[in-house]
């Protein structure tokens, strides 16, 4: 249905930035909520920013005030700007999406997983 694929990530310095892009293909009628969660090893993952069609942002409150989240609702494609980016900020990003889809006649919803893409932030 929809494939997510990420890039952007890699290795970077405390204080740097890094800019993640996600863009989604396949066959879909909407994407509503896009977003980026992130795992570190040893721990559950977790929301990082999301955003909806219309432009609403909701951010954890560790990337307040550093991190951006926007999309191009034509290239169906979401980004994240890391600024002061911390070693606490290293972990595998992922990009996730849901919306709708046809199915035959019927219109049904989906979710939807990118592979992740690595971030690290060394001292």
């Known amino acids: 249905q929809v494939q997510l694929v990420e890039s952007g990530g890699g290795l970077v310095q405390a204080g740097g930035s890094l800019r993640l892009s996600c863009a989604a293909s396949?066959?879909?009628?909407?994407?509503?909520?896009m977003g980026w969660y992130r795992q570190a090893p040893g721990q559950q993952r977790e929301l990082v920013a999301a955003?909806?069609?219309?432009?609403?942002?909701n951010y954890a409150d560790s990337v307040k005030g550093r991190f951006t989240i926007s999309r191009d609702n034509a290239k169906n494609t979401v980004y994240l700007l890391m600024n002061s980016l911390k070693p606490e900020d290293t972990a595998v990003y992922y990009c996730?999406?849901?919306?709708?889809?046809?199915?035959?006649?019927?219109?049904?919803?989906?979710?939807?997983w990118g592979q992740g893409t690595q971030v690290t932030v060394s001292s």
């Open positions: 996730n999406a849901d919306g709708t889809y046809w199915r035959g006649s019927l219109l049904s919803n989906f979710g939807s």
């Open positions: 396949g066959s879909f009628s909407s994407i509503n909520r």
């Open positions: 955003i909806t069609s219309g432009g609403s942002t």
